[in-house]
């Protein structure tokens, strides 16, 4: 009986680990973030070294990506109230 529960333990704990591919910090090539070392090159990582670099290049692409976004939405609300108040003046003045 205690089989069973030790292999659904285990199947819990593998769910929670995220597993996903970014470079290598040595020779830009992919490799899984739980990676001991770089199939590529053959440079060894210490636990948790490509998770965190992942993780960092993960939050500079969105703050990246939210720049992007929130400049291009001001450029577009500002064209739009440009013409908002040019036809505004053009209705005021006849």
């Known amino acids: 009986m205690s089989a069973p529960n030790r ?3 285990v199947t819990i704990q593998s769910r929670n680990k995220n597993m996903s591919l970014t470079q290598c ?3 830009r090539r ?3 973030t739980d990676a001991v070392s770089c199939p590529n090159c053959f440079q060894t990582f210490q636990p948790g070294l490509l998770q ?8 500079a692409f969105s703050e990246k990506a939210n720049t ?3 400049s291009l939405f001001v450029i577009s609300l500002s064209v739009l109230m440009f ?3 040019q036809a505004y003046l ?3 003045g006849k």
């Open 52 to 59: 965190a670099y992942a993780v960092a290049e993960e939050k």
């Open 68 to 70: 992007l976004f929130l």
């Open 7 to 9: 292999k659904c333990r």
């Open 25 to 27: 910090p040595n020779c």
């Open 30 to 32: 992919r490799c899984f």
């Open 90 to 92: 053009d209705g005021f």
């Open 83 to 85: 013409f908002q108040i």
